[in-house]
């Protein structure tokens, strides 16, 4: 593990790119679920940098852990190179994660990263892939992202690892993106690093991605288009909620702090989103949970004091008031 020294100023992404005039070759390691569209996201900048310059900058190996096809969370199946263990001397090796990424567990995949860390192998993941990466321990020390839905359920699992909610990370020898499009940002960004910006600029146009988004960029849509609404006194309240699930304020707290009398609150959550703010609260608490039931293994009451219910007994009666079933029954039932 690359340690920086207490107090120092953290490296910057350019001492991710890998200088060197011959062709690099990338893995990437497709693990069973993948995300089709994160993994091409990935690889398709590397073939039309290659055709954009007119050199072999970049070739690739699609590996899987036995050298069988691998099938993605959409049903296709992706067919590889090879296994591993068969592959050959790498620059750069990516997991490609997806559906389920979180309950990934295999000791060899985890022995062979690490093998490939010792020999200076640059590692990365897109979408989960950053599961699998932290199970093996190569996170440590390191920034990483996750696709958004994974964070609260990650930071559970791994609450040492610094994680952000960046589009992308790129921390030395490290990379990781969210999933879907960020892969083809991260990627670009790869590109513009180790063979400039105008190639990184040739490569997006070619997709038809009109800009480069940079790690600034948020993951998720902007709380006023996602919801369809502008008040900006109302968006303020549910960002408070938001950042306010494992301790919720209470209504009169919230309306103190965006300015508004409690009557106020409750009118504009009737007028905009067709519900009391309490109801609100409650429901976003919920689908937190319900997250957090698919995706680690805390049990009830730790779930329940994590989306701030006083006891178990209260959460599964409120989870099964609106799911009509318990938070137990709904572990039971794997998520399509």
């Known amino acids: 593990m690359e340690n920086r020294e207490p107090g120092a100023k953290p490296d910057t992404a350019a001492a991710a790119a890998v200088k060197t005039d011959a062709p690099q070759t990338f893995g990437f390691l497709l693990i069973s679920n993948f995300s089709l569209l994160a993994f091409a996201s990935a690889l398709e900048p590397l073939r039309a940098a290659n055709n954009a310059s007119g050199r072999a900058l970049y070739n690739w190996r699609l590996l899987s852990p036995d050298g069988q096809p691998v099938r993605s969370s959409s049903g296709v199946s992706v067919i590889c190179d090879s296994g591993m263990e068969d592959a050959p001397r790498l620059q750069t090796c990516l997991v490609a994660g997806g559906f389920g990424g979180h309950e990934f567990d295999d000791k060899t995949v985890y022995t062979w990263l690490r093998r490939q860390a010792r020999q200076g192998v640059r590692l990365g993941a897109v979408s989960t892939g950053t599961y699998v990466l932290a199970k093996a321990g ?164 730790e779930i329940a004091l994590a989306c701030g219910f006083v006891s178990a007994s209260h959460f599964s009666k409120c989870y099964r008031e609106f799911f009509d079933k318990s938070p137990r029954e709904e572990r039971s039932v794997p998520v399509s």
């Open 138 to 301: 190569l996170l440590d020390g390191y920034r990483c992202t996750i696709h958004w839905q994974h964070i609260a359920s990650f930071v559970e699992d791994y609450p040492d690892i610094d994680l952000t909610q960046e589009l992308f990370e790129i921390d030395r020898n490290r990379l990781t993106c969210s999933g879907g499009e960020a892969a083809l940002d991260m990627m670009l960004s790869v590109i513009a690093l180790e063979h400039g910006r105008d190639l990184a600029t040739q490569v997006s146009e070619n997709f038809i991605h009109e800009r480069i988004r940079d790690t600034n960029d948020k993951q998720r849509m902007a709380l006023r288009t996602r919801l369809g609404i502008s008040h900006p006194k109302l968006l303020n309240v549910i960002e408070l909620m938001e950042a306010h699930l494992e301790d919720p304020l209470s209504r009169a707290e919230l309306a103190r702090r965006a300015g508004l009398s409690t009557r106020q609150l409750e009118r504009l959550f009737r007028k905009y989103l067709g519900r009391t703010p309490t109801r609100y609260y409650l429901e976003m608490r919920l689908h937190r949970a319900r997250t957090l039931l698919h995706q680690t293994s805390m049990s009830v009451l």
